[in-house]
C-alpha cells in the first residue's frame, strides 16, 4: 500500500525558514511524480510546487516562487520542500501528493495523499 508520510512542520516566525518532508513506501518511487499542497482553514486545497520522476522538471504556485524549492532523492525516497522567508498567509496543512505521471496543479488528478504536517508562521 503507498503511504506518503510528511514530517517537518511546526511554529516559525515571519521571515524565518522551514524545511518539510516526505517519505513514500510502497511504489517504485523514481516512475511518479511528486508535489506538495497546502490547506488552510476555509480554503481550497492549493498547489504549492510539483516535481517530476526525475527531478529535471519543477514547478510551483504563484504564491511562493522564489521562495520554496522543492527536490527529491530517489535513493531515499524522498521529497522535500525548502520554505524560506515564511509569511503568515503560508500557514496551513501542508500535504505530500503522488501521482504515476507528470506533474500536475490539480489536486484531484493526484493517487495517495500524505496525512498532512501543520506549518504556523506566527510571531
Known amino acids: 500500500q503507498v503511504q506518503p508520510v510528511e514530517s517537518g512542520g511546526g511554529l516559525v516566525q515571519p521571515g524565518g525558514s522551514l524545511r518539510l518532508s516526505c517519505a513514500a513506501s510502497?511504489?517504485?518511487?523514481?516512475?511518479?511524480?511528486m508535489a506538495w499542497f497546502r490547506q488552510a482553514p476555509g480554503n481550497e486545497r492549493e498547489f504549492v510546487a510539483g516535481?517530476?520522476?526525475?527531478?529535471?522538471?519543477?514547478s510551483y504556485g504563484n504564491s511562493v516562487k522564489g521562495r520554496f524549492t522543492i527536490s527529491r532523492d530517489n535513493a531515499k525516497n524522498t521529497v522535500d520542500l525548502q520554505m524560506n522567508s515564511l509569511k503568515p498567509e503560508d500557514t496551513a496543512v501542508y500535504y505530500c501528493?503522488?501521482?504515476?505521471?507528470?506533474?500536475?496543479?490539480?489536486?484531484?488528478?493526484?493517487?495517495?495523499w500524505g496525512q498532512g504536517t501543520q506549518v504556523t508562521v506566527s510571531s
Open positions: 501528493a503522488v501521482r504515476r505521471t507528470s506533474v500536475s496543479s490539480s489536486p484531484a488528478r493526484y493517487d495517495y
Open positions: 510502497g511504489l517504485t518511487f523514481s516512475l511518479y511524480a
Open positions: 516535481i517530476s520522476w526525475s527531478g529535471g522538471t519543477t
